[in-house]
């Protein structure tokens, strides 16, 4: 854990945002220009020449992009000694966007009204028109990648799998990479012989979820999906216009030469069916979470020895056997999971409940409660709480993650 860690001399850590089979992601601040920035550092047992090579990449087209629509990286280590955490570090850091991502407002929310949903369409292939122009590929456009700013801007913002035409892929040919629901049949069939294309059929996905909240294929299975996918056995998109659902038919065209052939072209027809370069506007989206690094006072925090546990009105108890422990919702499309996943304890109101929805976490002997900028809110003992904000818990305090109410306690 580099929380609390000052790397160069330079970049404070505030906070762990999350992690995944390649990274950890932290919140951080600049101190040379008073930015809040995104650290996200490689696990030390990745690294070897082959990953290190995919890192490279990684910074390689970042450090190419200057696009309103797509994350700006600002600075990088590859296998850099820190003096003061004595370890040996890969990192990038780059721009911190406020808001939320594409898939949780889907799944708070339900579909989209139309004119939102192809604006925010229109905003990733500009993106995508951007990075296509220099020979790049994404190769996992997916709602999880795309953050809706406070401003409605919609922004891309991971390029973990992202490769040049020009440069060979690193992925094994038995290894699929991307998200396989919103693979076209080519990258799971011939992950190496991908286009631009390939990004174009998976925006086509991404505007089928915003248009009816759901994706093209129900199931949720590795093989199931990917033989459906393969044999363009897709569920069909209803209750959209002839214009949008055009749209989408020819974006996820089974055949790539039968797709829409460029982001450009996706822009213009889009522009077309709203009549002319609109953006979304969606109202009434909680706050963001801009003060993880809000101090706590001295008097609040109160040694604890007992160890607690988290019971549901269901009866159900859950011990808290880790430092921070994240309580949330899984869900198909998202192969991480919340510490504790209120669906498959099969609580009925766990729907109401965000994937990354609040967290529970230790710090100096005393137990607290943040709200991870959830889209429904979590109540500490009836009062909300601001997304952000850390708050002492003690015995028998009742939170509230959505509809889904928990009782902190004594084990």
Same mark, same amino acid.
């Given at each position: 854990?580099?929380?609390?860690?000052?790397?160069?001399?330079?970049?404070? /850590?505030?906070?762990?945002?999350? *992690?995944?089979?390649?990274?950890? /992601? %932290?919140?951080?601040?600049?101190?040379?220009?008073?930015?809040?920035?995104?650290?996200?550092?490689?696990?030390?047992?990745? =690294?070897?020449?082959?990953?290190?090579?995919?890192?490279?990449?990684?910074?390689?087209?970042?450090?190419?992009?200057?696009?309103?629509?797509?994350?700006?990286? %600002?600075?990088?280590?590859?296998?850099?000694?820190?003096?003061?955490?004595?370890?040996?570090? *890969?990192?990038?850091?780059?721009?911190?966007?406020?808001?939320?991502?594409?898939?949780?407002?889907?799944?708070?929310?339900?579909?989209?009204?139309?004119?939102?949903?192809?604006?925010?369409?229109?905003?990733?292939?500009?993106?995508?028109?951007?990075?296509?122009?220099?020979? =790049? =590929?994404?190769?996992?456009?997916?709602?999880?990648?795309?953050?809706?700013?406070?401003?409605?801007?919609?922004?891309?913002?991971?390029?973990?799998?992202?490769?040049?035409?020009?440069?060979?892929?690193?992925?094994?040919?038995?290894?699929?990479?991307?998200?396989?629901?919103?693979?076209?049949?080519?990258?799971?069939?011939?992950?190496?012989?991908?286009?631009?294309?390939?990004?174009? %059929?998976?925006?086509?996905?991404?505007?089928?979820?915003?248009?009816?909240?759901?994706?093209?294929? !129900?199931?949720?299975?590795?093989?199931?999906?990917?033989?459906?996918?393969?044999?363009?056995?897709?569920?069909?998109?209803?209750?959209?216009?002839?214009?949008?659902?055009?749209?989408?038919?020819?974006?996820?065209?089974?055949?790539?030469?039968?797709?829409?052939?460029? +982001?450009?072209?996706?822009?213009?027809?889009?522009?077309?069916?709203?009549?002319?370069?609109? !953006?979304?506007?969606?109202?009434?989206?909680?706050?963001?979470?801009?003060?993880?690094?809000?101090?706590?006072? &001295?008097?609040?925090?109160?040694? &604890?020895?007992?160890?607690?546990?988290?019971? +549901?009105?269901?009866?159900?108890?859950?011990?808290?056997?880790?430092?921070?422990?994240?309580?949330?919702?899984?869900?198909?499309?998202?192969?991480?999971?919340?510490? =504790?996943?209120?669906?498959?304890?099969?609580?009925?109101?766990?729907?109401? +409940?965000?994937?990354?929805?609040?967290?529970?976490?230790?710090?100096?002997?005393?137990?607290?409660?943040?709200?991870?900028?959830?889209?429904?809110?979590?109540?500490?003992?009836?009062?909300?709480?601001?997304?952000?904000?850390?708050?002492?818990?003690?015995?028998?305090? &009742?939170?509230?993650?959505?509809?889904?109410?928990?009782?902190?306690?004594? &084990?």
């Amino acid at each position: 854990m580099l929380t609390g860690q000052t790397l160069r001399n330079r970049y404070s /850590v505030y906070d762990r945002l999350g *992690s995944g089979g390649a990274a950890t /992601v %932290y919140l951080a601040r600049d101190s040379k220009t008073g930015q809040m920035v995104i650290l996200k550092v490689v696990h030390p047992h990745l =690294i070897d020449e082959s990953f290190m090579g995919r890192f490279r990449r990684e910074i390689e087209l970042l450090s190419q992009l200057d696009n309103p629509h797509i994350i700006k990286l %600002y600075d990088w280590a590859l296998q850099e000694h820190d003096p003061v955490t004595n370890q040996t570090l *890969s990192y990038i850091i780059a721009e911190f966007v406020e808001g939320h991502t594409l898939s949780d407002i889907i799944d708070t929310r339900g579909a989209l009204p139309e004119p939102d949903a192809l604006a925010i369409g229109r905003q990733i292939a500009i993106g995508l028109a951007d990075i296509h122009s220099r020979g =790049i =590929i994404h190769r996992d456009i997916k709602s999880q990648n795309i953050m809706i700013t406070p401003t409605n801007i919609a922004k891309l913002i991971d390029f973990g799998i992202a490769k040049s035409t020009n440069q060979a892929t690193l992925t094994n040919p038995s290894h699929f990479a991307g998200t396989l629901f919103y693979a076209p049949p080519e990258q799971i069939m011939e992950t190496h012989s991908v286009d631009h294309r390939a990004d174009i %059929y998976a925006l086509g996905v991404v505007l089928y979820e915003m248009l009816s909240a759901r994706l093209p294929v !129900s199931e949720r299975e590795f093989g199931a999906v990917a033989s459906r996918i393969i044999s363009g056995d897709l569920d069909p998109l209803t209750g959209v216009s002839p214009e949008a659902e055009s749209l989408v038919a020819d974006m996820m065209a089974f055949r790539p030469e039968n797709r829409i052939a460029s +982001a450009e072209l996706v822009i213009k027809k889009i522009e077309k069916i709203l009549g002319g370069a609109e !953006s979304p506007d969606l109202k009434n989206l909680p706050p963001v979470v801009t003060a993880h690094m809000m101090a706590v006072s &001295q008097d609040a925090i109160k040694a &604890q020895g007992p160890r607690y546990k988290l019971v +549901a009105t269901t009866g159900q108890a859950i011990p808290i056997t880790q430092n921070e422990t994240v309580i949330g919702r899984s869900h198909p499309r998202d192969p991480s999971a919340p510490d =504790i996943d209120l669906w498959t304890l099969g609580i009925e109101e766990a729907r109401t +409940a965000s994937r990354r929805h609040c967290r529970v976490f230790l710090k100096d002997d005393a137990y607290f409660l943040e709200d991870l900028a959830s889209m429904n809110g979590t109540f500490l003992n009836d009062i909300q709480c601001v997304a952000g904000t850390i708050y002492p818990l003690k015995d028998g305090d &009742q939170i509230m993650a959505g509809r889904v109410q928990l009782t902190f306690t004594k &084990q």
